[in-house]
């Protein structure tokens, strides 16, 4: 089993920075790729980033160029670093993780909430 831990929500004014940190935790799994999705009020959940293990990164088009997302292999922990933050990034963010021959873990969700 894997447990995701998740820190580095907050509020934050626009303009402003953030980085988010997943830790997976835990013994006997292997992941294929792990990063975050976020979910806003009223909408559907929504990739913001994922780092897969073999090095490839996906990006959600609404955060290109301004989210980065990064790993400690040691560790087993990933980061997201959020540059540039507009209101429109306000949700809350669940980490992910993607076992394989396991399926899909998510974090408890740390809320991100950008003010003009």
């Known amino acids: 089993q894997v447990q995701l831990v998740e820190s580095g929500g907050g509020d934050v004014q626009a303009g402003g920075s953030l980085r988010l940190s997943c830790k997976a935790a835990?013994?006997?799994?292997?992941?294929?790729?792990m990063g975050w999705y976020r979910q806003a009020t009223g909408k559907e959940r929504e990739l913001v980033a994922l780092?897969?293990?073999?090095?490839?990164?996906n990006y959600g088009d609404s955060v290109k160029d301004r989210f980065s997302i990064y790993r400690n292999k040691i560790r087993d922990t990933v980061y997201l670093q959020m540059n540039n933050l507009r209101p429109e990034d306000t949700a809350v963010y669940y980490c992910?993780?993607?076992?394989?021959?396991?399926?899909?873990?998510w974090g408890q969700g740390t809320q991100v909430t950008v003010s003009s």
């Open positions: 780092f897969s293990i073999d090095g490839s990164i």
């Open positions: 835990g013994r006997g799994f292997s992941i294929s790729a």
């Open positions: 992910n993780a993607k076992l394989r021959q396991r399926g899909n873990y």
